[in-house]
């Protein structure tokens, strides 16, 4: 069955520093999201992207956040300068279209000290 | 503003007993509301999409159904290896993509 897949599963940084996670939706998918949960809270909306742009994002999706999708299979969340509070399990998702059920890869927990 | 609410937040059950899990929702006009499965470190596994009031679907031990305010989760004789969190989400019939979930239901299923 297909499914979602994200590297790394676990990311050590250093606060400032610069990260990038990816991920590999599956094939046939057209629309992807990054979504987040802090350590016994929700999960969280980060952006959706879709035909090469961002469809959506909310308010925690600043200027240090970035997404792109470098080729035909992978997707990345780029965090540019990272901070204490940006520790958290990072998912990523993807849907065929756009009403569709997202389906969520394995998560990147991403701790930074 | 558009939330979600679950109900227990923690559930301890004895294996074969039967129980059900609560969803209630406030969103403006919901386009479809999704229950998902977390262990542990791990994402979020989907279990089921319900798009209308009325609407229930079913998956071995687990039945969900809806209506206009709430979702409940049905486990019926439940295994250990139903421990689990469930998670329930919503999106709404604006043109948004996010899904809104809840804080989940922690289940514990004892042999």
């Known amino acids: 069955e297909p499914e979602v897949t994200q590297t790394p599963s676990h990311q050590v940084t250093q606060m400032g520093q610069e990260v990038i996670l990816r991920c590999v939706p599956i094939s046939n998918h057209l629309y992807f999201y990054w979504y987040r949960q802090i350590l016994g809270q929700k999960v969280e909306f980060l952006v959706s992207f879709y035909n090469n742009e961002i469809s959506e994002k909310s308010e925690i999706f600043d200027d240090q956040f970035s997404v792109e999708r470098p080729d035909g299979s992978n997707f990345t969340l780029k965090i540019r300068s990272t901070k204490l509070e940006d520790s958290a399990m990072y998912f990523c998702?993807?849907?065929?279209?756009?009403?569709?059920?997202?389906?969520f890869g394995p998560g990147t927990r991403l701790t930074v000290l | 503003e558009d939330q979600v609410t679950q109900s227990p937040e923690a559930l301890r059950l004895q294996e074969g007993e039967s129980s059900s899990l609560n969803c209630s929702y406030t969103v403006s006009g919901l386009r479809g509301l999704f229950w998902y499965r977390q262990d542990p470190g791990k994402g979020p596994e989907f279990l089921f999409t319900?798009?209308?009031a009325g609407e229930e679907k079913e998956k071995e031990r687990l039945k969900a159904t809806l209506t206009k305010k709430e979702s409940f989760l049905h486990i019926t004789a439940p295994k250990p290896e139903d421990s689990a969190t469930y998670l329930c989400a919503v999106q709404a019939r604006r043109n948004t993509d996010k899904l809104i979930f809840g804080t989940g239901t922690r289940l514990q299923v004892f042999p």
């Open positions: 998702a993807s849907s065929e279209v756009k009403t569709d059920t997202q389906y």
């Open positions: 319900l798009y209308s």
